[in-house]
């Protein structure tokens, strides 16, 4: 089946220290999005990618980076993770950046910072 | 984007029909309203989406009135597996495809 695909589901890294999270589609989508989960809290969006067009939200901090080398896969870097940065990263798609378009989701990487 | 406001939490039994409802007052004419649903420990899951008047699908019914500033969701006959956190989102089809997603409802859904 089709689908989102986030690896790893779980990452532990230390306050600091560079940390990457994939995501991979088998979709086919144009566009990938990165959310940020905290606890209790919604999804929050730090930024999308339109093809290889990089679209950051206003409020996304410097600290988080992406890239996208292909339609398939995008990665998530946070450069100096902070105690504040643990949360559930969500990646989704869709064929184009319209709120009618439905968003695929993954099942997220659960980020814990020590 | 137009804010919406939910019931942070609602309770149901096995069976019984669940509506939601949500408030967007400031809805604008090009608005869409979409309902997502997550799981605990997942990403969030498309339920149904609507323009006015009255959408269903195999999983829900969504009712619009004419003056689209409000919305509920119709979930029939749930059961435990339904227990989850039920977002409304509105957006414009002509903006970017931003989900600002609002506070949710969790919904629990009791044998």
């Known amino acids: 089946d089709a689908m989102v695909i986030q690896n790893p589901r779980y990452q532990v890294t230390q306050f600091g220290k560079p940390v990457t999270l994939s995501c991979s589609q088998t979709l086919n989508h144009n566009v990938m999005y990165w959310y940020q989960q905290k606890s209790s809290q919604a999804p929050k969006l730090l930024f999308h990618?339109?093809?290889?067009?990089?679209?950051n939200e206003a409020d996304t901090p410097d600290n988080f980076q992406s890239r996208r080398p292909n339609t398939s896969f995008c990665f998530l870097d946070i450069r100096s993770p902070g105690l504040g940065d643990a949360a559930m990263y969500l990646c989704a798609t869709s064929r184009v950046v319209t709120p009618t378009d439905t968003q695929y989701f993954g099942p997220g990487t659960r980020l814990t910072v020590l | 984007l137009a804010k919406t406001t939910q019931p942070i939490s609602m309770d149901s039994y096995e069976g019984q029909e669940v509506n939601i409802t949500c408030s967007h007052n400031n809805i604008a004419t090009n608005d869409y309203i979409t309902w997502y649903q997550q799981f605990p420990s997942q990403g969030p899951r498309f339920i149904i989406q609507?323009?006015?008047t009255k959408v269903t699908n195999e999983v829900a019914s969504l009712f619009i009135p004419a003056d689209r500033k409000s919305s509920t969701l119709s979930l029939p006959r749930v059961s435990l597996s339904d227990t989850a956190v039920y977002y409304c989102l509105v957006g414009d089809w002509s903006n970017t495809g931003k989900l600002i997603f609002g506070q949710g409802t969790t919904l629990q859904v009791k044998p």
């Open positions: 609507g323009y006015k």
């Open positions: 990618y339109y093809d290889k067009d990089f679209n």
